[in-house]
């Protein structure tokens, strides 16, 4: 085969693949609640599972659409596992429709002429209303299968002119088991089954490959399919890990009754039910095995779903470290839990404040080095996963909480936990400001302006600043020691607030920012300051005295007084 046609087959795969991207996609943001609803509400039992998802997925013409909701229900716990199994043999059938339709059409119907129209008329309408949800994804949804069918073209040409440049034969006398091989690494590595098939289909038009040799191919497709969901249950919760392993152990067992007995099938299927086309014969194939596998699971669906409950355990991440350790028959104990508790989300919420104003901390820089941050938010990187790492671990300790009020505690540690829920609230409001901010924050970072920049860096300073020394108060044991400190680190936070009006006022006065910066620079500097303002009040609820705090707060009260007082003069 000359080089020629090898890219031609490269850049028809390579279309085909963006052009099922788009479809699927556009898919995906069509199908909505209602699709949801209609899974969810018609999938009661097995058989309904089985046929409603077989029917779900013809439509979506995605089954990676439909697994992706059954994940999402089973981890909800609104769809049991065995009938979240019999929606995956749907899926696996309904997957099929694809291999119909590209058969059908691709190889049946000249779409040649048809194609330029649909992805010129659909790629204008999708710059015409991209403002308009549904409109822009059906018009993506017509340009993926424009693109999908011009690769599609292209692969079969490709094949045709490959007939006359390349002698095949002397490779077609390999076992059938190397062919299969061959269909699970092209579909692991280019994560579509529809590909594979498409190009097997183009192979079989052109006369390349004979039937079977082309069977063996899909039939290791069919198996490769299991890759992608293998890979992307690593690390997830035990629910996706049961439906992953349930989809392997379909696909597995379809494809090793199809490869026993490829060619009985093929007799069935050419002789008792006339289809005569070799690329019917092979689709026809395709579907065959997924519902003679669908049939068979069906009588074993109840027991593999009480296996596979039984085969991972449920190690859903939760975001409280010392809470889980508590056993109820130890009421004493839930107090220094709680305490703990609290303590590490204030380490959380200083470390996702720094996180945000110093994005490329390193070990040994920043508030907390490296190993410290992995222990604070274990595997959590982005800064809003780490906001609903926070969000859920308050979640977690309301639910401790509300526990605890059942339990017979003493007057004295119930008020102390009522004063930590407090502090835990105060600290996630703080993380509630600074995570409105990040979008600003990232924004005048990475900015060619200097006024801009130069902002960010004066925040950059202060919140470093601001939160080194909070957190050495908290690793601070004397009680008056803290006071004094704390007071200090208000009367900063006062001021440095002040200061940034000043500044912005000056910025606005020789008119160096645009109207939306302006406003922009109040914001953050007013949201910088209340979650400074905050995590003070919940440090001082933590550590000091009730007497302590009291004052602490009457003396706040006063000089913010003033701050008011003085900021109305300015």
Same mark, same amino acid.
């Given at each position: 085969?000359?080089?020629?046609?090898?890219?031609?087959?490269?850049?028809?795969?390579?279309?085909?693949?963006?052009?099922?991207?788009?479809?699927?996609?556009?898919?995906?943001?069509?199908?909505?609640?209602?699709?949801?609803?209609? $899974?969810?509400?018609?999938?009661?039992?097995?058989?309904?599972?089985?046929?409603?998802?077989?029917?779900?997925?013809?439509?979506?013409?995605?089954?990676?659409?439909?697994?992706?909701?059954?994940?999402?229900?089973?981890?909800?716990?609104?769809?049991?596992?065995?009938?979240?199994?019999?929606?995956?043999?749907?899926?696996?059938?309904?997957?099929?429709?694809?291999?119909?339709?590209?058969?059908?059409?691709?190889?049946?119907?000249?779409?040649?002429?048809?194609?330029?129209?649909?992805?010129?008329?659909?790629?204008?309408?999708?710059?015409?209303?991209?403002?308009?949800?549904?409109?822009?994804?059906?018009?993506?949804? $017509?340009?993926?299968?424009?693109?999908?069918?011009?690769?599609?073209?292209?692969?079969?040409?490709?094949?045709?002119?490959?007939?006359?440049?390349? &002698?095949?034969?002397?490779?077609?006398?390999?076992?059938?088991?190397?062919?299969?091989?061959?269909?699970?690494?092209?579909?692991?590595?280019?994560?579509?089954?529809?590909?594979?098939?498409?190009?097997?289909?183009?192979?079989?038009?052109?006369?390349? !490959?004979?039937?079977?040799?082309?069977?063996?191919?899909?039939?290791?497709?069919?198996?490769?399919?299991?890759?992608?969901?293998?890979?992307?249950?690593?690390?997830?919760?035990?629910?996706?890990?049961?439906?992953?392993?349930?989809?392997?152990?379909?696909?597995?067992?379809?494809?090793?009754?199809?490869?026993?007995?490829?060619?009985?099938?093929?007799?069935?299927?050419?002789?008792?039910?006339?289809?005569?086309?070799?690329?019917?014969?092979?689709?026809?194939?395709?579907?065959?095995?997924?519902?003679?596998?669908?049939?068979?699971?069906?009588?074993?669906?109840?027991?593999?779903?009480?296996?596979?409950?039984?085969?991972?355990?449920?190690?859903?991440?939760?975001? +409280?470290?010392?809470?889980?350790?508590?056993?109820?028959?130890?009421?004493?104990?839930?107090?220094?839990?709680?305490?703990?508790?609290?303590?590490?989300?204030?380490?959380?919420?200083?470390?996702?404040?720094?996180?945000?104003?110093?994005?490329?901390?390193?070990?040994?820089?920043?508030?907390?080095?490296?190993?410290?941050?992995?222990?604070?938010?274990?595997?959590?990187?982005?800064?809003?996963?780490?906001?609903?790492?926070?969000?859920?671990?308050?979640?977690?300790?309301?639910?401790?909480?509300?526990?605890?009020?059942?339990?017979?505690?003493?007057?004295?540690?119930?008020?102390?936990?009522?004063?930590?829920?407090?502090?835990?609230?105060?600290?996630?409001?703080?993380?509630?400001?600074?995570?409105?901010?990040?979008?600003?924050?990232?924004?005048?970072? &990475?900015?060619?302006?200097?006024?801009?920049?130069?902002?960010?860096?004066?925040?950059?300073?202060?919140?470093?600043?601001?939160?080194?020394?909070?957190?050495? !108060?908290?690793?601070?044991?004397?009680?008056?020691?803290?006071?004094?400190?704390?007071?200090?680190?208000?009367?900063?936070?006062? +001021?440095?607030?002040?200061?940034?009006?000043?500044?912005?006022?000056?910025?606005?006065?020789?008119?160096?920012?645009?109207?939306?910066?302006?406003?922009?620079?109040?914001?953050?500097?007013?949201?910088?300051?209340?979650?400074?303002?905050?995590?003070?009040?919940?440090?001082?609820?933590?550590?000091?005295?009730?007497?302590?705090?009291?004052?602490?707060?009457?003396? +706040?009260?006063?000089?913010?007084?003033?701050?008011?007082?003085?900021?109305?003069?300015?």
């Amino acid at each position: 085969m000359d080089s020629i046609n090898i890219w031609q087959l490269l850049a028809g795969l390579s279309l085909f693949l963006y052009g099922m991207f788009h479809l699927e996609d556009a898919l995906r943001q069509l199908e909505g609640r209602s699709f949801k609803l209609f $899974l969810k509400k018609h999938t009661k039992n097995k058989l309904s599972a089985i046929i409603n998802g077989t029917l779900v997925t013809g439509i979506l013409q995605s089954s990676s659409i439909v697994n992706l909701m059954v994940l999402s229900f089973v981890g909800a716990g609104m769809l049991s596992m065995r009938n979240a199994l019999g929606v995956v043999l749907g899926a696996n059938i309904g997957g099929t429709v694809n291999s119909w339709l590209v058969a059908l059409l691709g190889f049946k119907v000249d779409l040649g002429n048809a194609t330029f129209p649909i992805i010129a008329i659909a790629g204008l309408a999708m710059v015409i209303f991209k403002e308009r949800k549904n409109y822009y994804q059906v018009s993506r949804f $017509l340009f993926g299968f424009g693109l999908l069918f011009m690769g599609l073209d292209y692969m079969k040409q490709s094949m045709d002119a490959a007939i006359h440049n390349f &002698n095949f034969a002397p490779y077609l006398n390999y076992p059938r088991v190397i062919f299969l091989l061959i269909g699970l690494l092209i579909t692991s590595v280019i994560q579509t089954s529809a590909a594979t098939v498409v190009i097997v289909l183009s192979a079989l038009n052109a006369s390349i !490959i004979p039937l079977e040799t082309a069977v063996s191919v899909i039939l290791g497709a069919e198996l490769g399919t299991t890759v992608k969901v293998a890979i992307g249950a690593i690390g997830g919760i035990a629910a996706k890990k049961r439906v992953a392993l349930g989809n392997i152990m379909f696909n597995l067992a379809s494809t090793l009754i199809g490869f026993l007995f490829l060619d009985f099938i093929i007799h069935i299927i050419s002789e008792i039910f006339g289809i005569a086309d070799s690329l019917f014969i092979l689709v026809a194939f395709q579907s065959s095995i997924n519902i003679i596998g669908a049939v068979i699971f069906y009588f074993f669906l109840n027991r593999l779903g009480d296996f596979l409950e039984k085969s991972f355990e449920d190690k859903s991440q939760r975001a +409280t470290m010392y809470l889980s350790g508590y056993l109820n028959d130890v009421p004493e104990a839930a107090l220094d839990l709680f305490e703990k508790e609290v303590d590490l989300f204030i380490q959380r919420v200083i470390y996702f404040s720094d996180k945000i104003f110093n994005p490329h901390i390193v070990s040994g820089e920043g508030t907390f080095n490296e190993h410290k941050s992995t222990i604070l938010f274990k595997e959590e990187s982005n800064l809003h996963e780490m906001y609903n790492f926070l969000k859920q671990a308050e979640g977690e300790m309301l639910i401790f909480y509300n526990q605890l009020l059942q339990s017979n505690i003493s007057t004295e540690n119930l008020n102390r936990l009522n004063l930590l829920i407090n502090v835990v609230r105060s600290a996630l409001y703080a993380s509630k400001s600074l995570k409105d901010v990040i979008h600003d924050v990232n924004e005048f970072s &990475n900015s060619a302006n200097e006024i801009k920049f130069n902002s960010f860096k004066e925040f950059q300073i202060e919140m470093n600043r601001f939160n080194q020394a909070l957190k050495e !108060i908290t690793d601070k044991s004397d009680k008056t020691e803290i006071f004094s400190d704390l007071k200090l680190l208000m009367k900063m936070v006062n +001021t440095e607030y002040k200061k940034e009006i000043l500044d912005i006022y000056d910025i606005v006065s020789k008119r160096q920012l645009s109207e939306l910066n302006i406003s922009t620079l109040f914001n953050l500097n007013r949201e910088v300051y209340d979650a400074s303002k905050l995590m003070i009040l919940a440090v001082k609820d933590f550590l000091l005295d009730e007497s302590q705090a009291a004052l602490f707060d009457g003396q +706040t009260e006063v000089s913010e007084s003033s701050n008011n007082l003085q900021n109305n003069t300015d």
